[in-house]
T-cell receptor, first 111, second 113 residues
Framework: KNEVEQSPQNLTAQEGEFITINCSYS?????LHWLQQHPGGGIVSLFM???GKKKHGRLIATINIQEKHSSLHITASHPRDSAVYIC?????????????FGGGTRLMVKP | EAGVTQFPSHSVIEKGQTVTLRCDPI?????LYWYRRVMGKEIKFLLH????????ESGMPNNRFLAERTGGTYSTLKVQPAELEDSGVYFC???????????FGPGTRLLVL
């Protein structure tokens, strides 16, 4: 079982819908990252958070350290949001800062 | 400021051949990471350089993989000899200090036939 689990694996939404992608992890962490990868594109870091909530434009990321859970929300979704969203964590016992990744959530937003 | 670059973007080789992937981190970034995604699996850590030194190579799958970062600037990852299961996307990332956001390159798509 992977230490980082994402749900759903695939998500299709209509333009304008509110979207939530979930990430659960089973280890103590020092930080959690949300990453985005467009088809054929590279990986872009959206957020790095260790507590609370962060917002950037239509994207909101929250984390609950006690419950070992994070969510990525997209408000007023748009077809250009279609991408793979990846959750990755930096574990507490990791002196080297390497990331452990979830399997990704493939999002398609239809016009 | 230029981002992380990787070369080549794609490589198709036959089993048994050698391939060398290159990563140029963001200028001034001491930390350089190699990751790999094999088809259908999550991205996995391979190794971490701090400047020219290997900080952690616990993710390297076997001794067919050799990573170097001479001079602490760009890094190469050589696979020799390549096997079918080495096919995947190899990502490089860099950060200026531990704990900072890692900036990813576009990846090299390797296909071993």
């Amino acid at each position: 079982k992977n230490e980082v689990e994402q749900s759903p694996q695939n998500l299709t939404a209509q333009e304008g819908e509110f979207i939530t992608i979930n990430c659960s992890y089973s280890v103590g962490i020092s930080a959690l990252h949300w990453l985005q990868q467009h088809p054929g594109g590279g990986i872009v870091s959206l957020f790095m958070l260790s507590s609370g909530k962060k917002k950037h434009g239509r994207l909101i990321a929250t984390i609950n350290i006690q419950e070992k859970h994070s969510s990525l929300h997209i408000t007023a979704s748009h077809p250009r949001d279609s991408a793979v969203y990846i959750c990755a964590v930096r574990m507490n016992n990791n002196a080297g800062n390497m990331l452990t990744f979830g399997g990704g959530t493939r999002l398609m937003v239809k016009p | 400021e230029a981002g992380v670059t990787q070369f080549p973007s794609h490589s198709v080789i036959e089993k048994g051949q050698t391939v060398t992937l290159r990563c140029d981190p963001i200028s001034g970034h001491d930390n350089l990471y190699w990751y790999r995604r094999v088809m259908g699996k999550e991205i996995k850590f391979l190794l971490h350089f701090v400047k020219e030194s290997k900080q952690d190579e616990s993710g390297m799958p076997n001794n067919r993989f050799l990573a170097e970062r001479t001079g602490g600037t760009y890094s190469t990852l050589k696979v020799q000899p390549a096997e079918l299961e080495d096919s995947g996307v190899y990502f490089c990332a860099s950060s200026s200090w531990l704990g900072e956001t890692q900036y990813f390159g576009p990846g090299t798509r390797l296909l071993v036939l």
